[in-house]
């Protein structure tokens, strides 16, 4: 997804930043080989293979940060053109990915929370566009995720967890599982839910309730939208142990 601001872009540009950031995404741990793009857009696969331009400054400089960044790895790059028609795979997950998982928490409640409870080292459910802090954790693969799927990985360090509502249950399991010691969690405060009573035994700080506003929280891709629960949502932010 892209951010309110590369949104702006050209199409051309947003086109082979897409390309861009699935190479670096997908291809991070590839060496000494030919990587082939297949991409619909004729004019990222002509600044691929020319390696660069001149009719198009932005074009360019992606061209040199995408050869830039395979060179390091000894990976050789070409592209071909293939038909918007033959392309209905990819397209398709663009289109089914939901802007309801990248709501994300306003910058400066999130310090300040920081410097009620300290700094996490890792946010476990963002993204490139919508991560708190530089080592995070991404549901897709992501150019600078340090893992996909925070499910999948332990939770062994200072965790930040915002994670979307329906998965709560399962996060304060896998807090349990993984006998993490420290999370700071963002949850709303539905206490007939059945997870909320788990959720209190493991509390470990006191629970500070986020004010309300409509700018409590934001959507990279459109900066200007307002949560459509924001009158009734009431958020809370409290320090969590898997341990006993």
Same mark, same amino acid.
């Given at each position: 997804?892209?951010?309110?601001?590369?949104?702006?872009?050209?199409?051309?540009?947003?086109?082979?930043?897409?390309?861009? %950031?699935?190479?670096?995404?997908l291809?991070r741990?590839?060496? !000494?080989?030919?990587?082939?793009?297949?991409?619909?857009?004729?004019?990222?696969?002509?600044?691929?293979?020319?390696?660069?331009?001149?009719?198009?400054?932005?074009?360019?400089?992606?061209?040199?940060?995408?050869?830039?960044?395979?060179?390091?790895?000894?990976?050789?790059?070409?592209a071909?053109?293939?038909?918007?028609?033959?392309?209905?795979?990819?397209?398709?997950?663009?289109?089914?990915?939901?802007?309801?998982?990248?709501?994300?928490?306003?910058?400066?409640? =999130?310090?300040?929370?920081?410097?009620?409870?300290?700094?996490?080292?890792?946010?476990? =459910?963002?993204?490139?566009?919508?991560?708190?802090?530089?080592?995070?954790?991404?549901?897709?693969?992501?150019?600078?995720?340090?893992?996909?799927?925070?499910? %999948?990985?332990?939770? !062994?360090?200072?965790?930040?967890? =915002?994670?979307? =509502?329906?998965?709560?249950?399962?996060?304060?399991?896998?807090?349990?599982?993984?006998?993490?010691?420290?999370?700071?969690?963002?949850?709303?405060?539905?206490?007939?839910?059945?997870?909320?009573?788990?959720?209190?035994?493991?509390?470990?700080?006191?629970?500070?309730?986020?004010?309300?506003?409509?700018?409590?929280?934001?959507?990279?891709? !459109?900066t200007?939208?307002?949560?459509p629960?924001?009158?009734?949502?009431?958020?809370?932010?409290?320090? %969590?142990?898997?341990?006993?």
């Amino acid at each position: 997804m892209w951010r309110d601001d590369e949104r702006k872009e050209n199409i051309n540009v947003l086109e082979f930043k897409a390309a861009m %950031l699935a190479v670096q995404s997908l291809c991070r741990e590839l060496t !000494d080989c030919h990587v082939r793009i297949e991409i619909d857009n004729t004019t990222a696969v002509a600044y691929i293979n020319s390696m660069g331009g001149t009719r198009s400054l932005k074009c360019n400089d992606i061209s040199r940060q995408l050869i830039t960044w395979c060179k390091a790895r000894g990976i050789w790059l070409s592209a071909c053109h293939i038909a918007g028609k033959d392309n209905a795979k990819a397209d398709s997950y663009s289109r089914k990915q939901s802007i309801h998982t990248e709501w994300t928490l306003n910058k400066a409640m =999130f310090k300040n929370l920081c410097q009620t409870f300290g700094t996490p080292v890792i946010d476990l =459910f963002a993204s490139r566009t919508n991560h708190q802090l530089s080592r995070y954790m991404s549901l897709y693969p992501d150019p600078n995720a340090e893992a996909i799927n925070a499910f %999948l990985h332990s939770w !062994d360090e200072y965790v930040y967890i =915002f994670p979307p =509502f329906n998965l709560i249950p399962r996060v304060l399991k896998k807090l349990v599982e993984d006998q993490t010691e420290r999370a700071l969690i963002i949850v709303p405060m539905w206490t007939t839910q059945s997870w909320y009573p788990k959720l209190e035994t493991m509390r470990k700080s006191q629970t500070i309730h986020l004010k309300l506003s409509k700018t409590l929280m934001f959507l990279p891709s !459109d900066t200007k939208a307002i949560h459509p629960l924001y009158r009734k949502l009431r958020l809370t932010a409290c320090i %969590l142990s898997g341990k006993k």
